[in-house]
């Protein structure tokens, strides 16, 4: 299989040379030789890539011409890419075959030990008891053998049936890389054996073929070369035309430049510049540069001899697992539509107040105002006559409807809460338009917090996702603290953070965590259209001896996510004491957000307490800012979690289902728009 596979590619490397002949006339003007040919006119036999080169010869003669054919000729034929698995397989089969019999003889030995009747190893019987099993080694030698060969020719085959017309060093090369079975149980490169059965086929090959055909192609190879270095282009070309196998039969590293010199005078006959580079004046001075000599090795594989996959297939690995982690990073930028996001605390918005309240949201910005009912509504901040933010002007009563109306600081246009235009103090009364000029939205206040529905306008309010709400808000046997905190960080990251308990150990361990016990025990996550919740225990300490009634073995904690981006983290303690952290993330721009939160308690009810429990609730989530400020997801390639992190997991899961519905609508860095909403929703 070896003999035929290099008369395969003999023959290939043949038919192309021939095919690649040119024809040049008698009359053509002298080619301008590239540069690489004169380098290749200078260089010695000996030279070599780690070796110091001969000074360049000045005038090129038939001495010349040998030493290129001779430089030429040096490196080794092309190597049969099959040599390689079959000194490979034949050393693992030997193996095997060794491997077998030993387990023979330890196995007999150990049946006799067994019985009492293992012979001593000095007696005449000894080596004839534990004898291996001649017949089923062998055959183990030989089908390993066989087997593991199977396996890389069977490769091999199929790379030579796609690139028919490469050279076998190529083929050797590119499979070389390949993490093949064979290869992994014997990595090593056999080096001095394939070199010592290439020769040995070489030497056979040679004594095959007819006397004298090598040392002839060989001067004819030195003829054409003189020829072209005394600038006797048509003579070359005759040699050439008369001695195909001086090209066809050449040492491959000759053959490949004869053939590329010849090519050159074709094209520089035909006038085409080509790859054709102006020669030098007069011979060049000095050392050749490596890149410069006429023979080229091919170059390794990166990573040398580690098996790795081709570069190619490496390189497009990375690109798809690039564009998946770009999706990722996308779909968690995105904002969720159809949801509600607390777009202000209900605190913020005075009952009797005249202030509009301007919030940035969303990447848009809306005015929040308390109609003539007291109920809250929400239209857009900018002002249609010259863009002036309402949320800096006031709020009055027309006097012509009754209704509550923000007025625009700039020119005193007022708009009622559906955006129509109810005055214009220096225009005539009515001499504007009648349908709105602001877009408007749905609110609702519940809880203690405004509640924006950010979403289709025609959606049904009963088809409406619910508000996301923990029902000990409106129990009065507990009491709420409200506060607000912003974060130099995308929604996506500020959110996750409040659903992480493994970090609690070391961001809060002066005022929660414990350090020592960090471990999360006993997860388990549950999951609903609209939520997940992951049920836990940790290990706290009491921060000082007031909270030291509280202590208990370890902490149960249910912590809740709910769509779009608010929790609910539920703790007790000792003697039924509960605490509830209740964090709305908004997104108020693409790398920016805002934890509109509140913190819910069954003890020490009293109003006294709220500024301790509203002071613990801010340290807590500034020691939460330092970090989360910084975090930087986008550098990375791709995220590991562990069991600890099955909460984020279990709601990116549930928010990746609905952004798949097609319920993300990109930020405005990446769909810009001039109101909340962007068109089409």
């Known amino acids: 299989m070896l003999l035929k596979v290099d008369a395969r590619l003999t023959a290939c490397s043949a038919s192309r040379a021939q095919a690649r002949l040119p024809a040049v006339p008698r009359s053509c003007c002298r080619p301008l030789l590239p540069r690489r040919m004169v380098a290749a006119h200078a260089s010695t036999p000996s030279s070599s890539d780690n070796e110091e080169p001969a000074a360049p010869q000045q005038q090129p003669g038939s001495s010349t011409a040998s ?12 190597t049969s890419p099959f040599l390689d698995p079959l000194v490979r397989s034949l050393i693992l089969g030997v193996g095997a075959g060794m491997l077998a019999e030993t387990g023979h003889v330890l196995f007999k030995a150990l049946s006799l030990a067994g019985s009492g009747a293992l012979p001593s190893p000095f007696t005449a019987g000894a080596l004839q008891a534990c004898s291996p099993n001649f017949i089923a080694d062998h055959a183990v030698a030989i089908g390993a053998w066989l087997l593991l060969y199977v396996v890389e020719a069977a490769a091999i085959m199929g790379v030579m049936s796609r690139n028919p017309n490469k050279p076998a060093n ?4 590119q499979i070389s890389g390949w993490p093949l079975l064979p290869r992994k149980i014997f990595p090593a490169s056999l080096t001095s054996v394939k070199d010592a059965l290439s020769h040995t086929l070489a030497t056979s090959a040679s004594a095959a ?3 004298g055909s090598s040392s002839s192609t060989t001067v004819a190879a030195a003829s054409v070369l ?3 270095s005394a600038g ?11 001695a195909p196998s001086a090209i066809t039969a050449a040492p491959p590293g000759l053959s490949k430049e004869l053939e590329k010199t010849l090519d050159d005078i074709e094209a520089a006959a035909a006038g085409k510049a080509g790859p054709v580079q102006d020669a030098p004046t007069k011979a060049p001075t000095g050392p050749i540069k490596p890149k410069e000599r006429l023979v080229k090795k091919t170059p390794k594989m990166l990573g040398g001899p580690v098996l790795q996959p081709p570069l190619e297939k490496q390189q497009q690995e990375r690109e798809q697992q690039r564009s998946r982690r770009d999706k990722e990073l996308a779909d968690r930028k995105a904002y969720l539509k159809n949801f509600w996001y607390a777009a202000a605390l209900s605190s913020a918005l005075p009952a009797k107040g005249k202030k509009p309240l301007g919030v940035d949201i969303l990447g848009s910005r809306i005015t929040l105002f308390r109609d003539e009912t007291g109920k809250v509504v929400a239209v857009d901040d900018t002002c249609p006559h010259r ?4 949320g800096e002007g006031w709020t009055t009563t027309d006097k012509a409807t009754g209704k509550t109306c923000v007025v625009c600081p700039y020119h005193g246009w007022s708009f009622d809460a559906e955006g129509k235009l109810r005055d214009v103090p220096s225009a005539t009364h009515g001499s504007w338009p009648k349908r709105p000029l602001l877009g408007s939205y749905a609110v609702e206040e519940r809880g203690g ?7 289709s306008p025609s959606l049904p309010a009963e088809e409406r996702p619910p508000i996301p709400f923990t029902p000990e808000l409106e129990d009065p046997s507990w009491r709420a603290v409200y506060g607000e905190i912003e974060f130099e960080c995308g929604h996506w990251g500020v959110f996750e953070n409040a659903i992480d308990m493994a970090h609690i150990h070391y961001l809060h361990g002066d005022s929660f965590g414990n350090a020592e016990k960090p471990a999360v025990m006993d997860m388990a996550t549950t999951r609903d259209t609209f939520e997940t919740a992951c049920d836990f225990r940790i290990h706290n300490k009491p921060v000082n001896k007031m909270w030291e009634w509280t202590a208990v073995p370890s902490v149960p904690v249910n912590a809740r996510a709910i769509l779009p981006s608010s929790s609910s983290v539920t703790i007790e303690l000792a003697h039924g004491v509960k605490m509830i ?3 709305n993330t908004v997104p108020i721009t693409a790398t920016r957000a805002i934890n509109r939160f509140c913190l819910i308690r069954n003890f020490a009810i009293n109003p006294a307490f709220d500024f301790m429990a509203r002071d613990n609730m801010l340290k807590i989530l500034g020691e939460d800012k330092v970090m989360v400020d910084k975090l930087a997801p986008h550098r990375l390639e791709q995220e590991y979690s562990l069991a600890p992190d099955a909460p984020q997991i279990a709601f990116r899961q549930l928010r990746q289902s609905w952004v798949d519905m097609g319920y993300a609508v990109p930020a405005e860095d990446e769909l810009p728009r001039r109101g909340l909403l962007p068109p089409g929703i």
């Open 209 to 211: 073929s007819p006397n």
């Open 67 to 78: 030493s290129v054919v001779a430089a030429a000729a040096a490196p080794a034929s092309e």
């Open 449 to 455: 917090f405004v509640w924006l529905f950010y979403g």
């Open 232 to 242: 006797d282009l048509a003579t070359a070309q005759a040699i050439a035309a008369a």
């Open 226 to 228: 003189n020829a072209v």
């Open 387 to 390: 863009g002036a933010p309402l």
């Open 170 to 173: 190529e083929l050797t090369q």
């Open 581 to 583: 952290t209740f964090v």
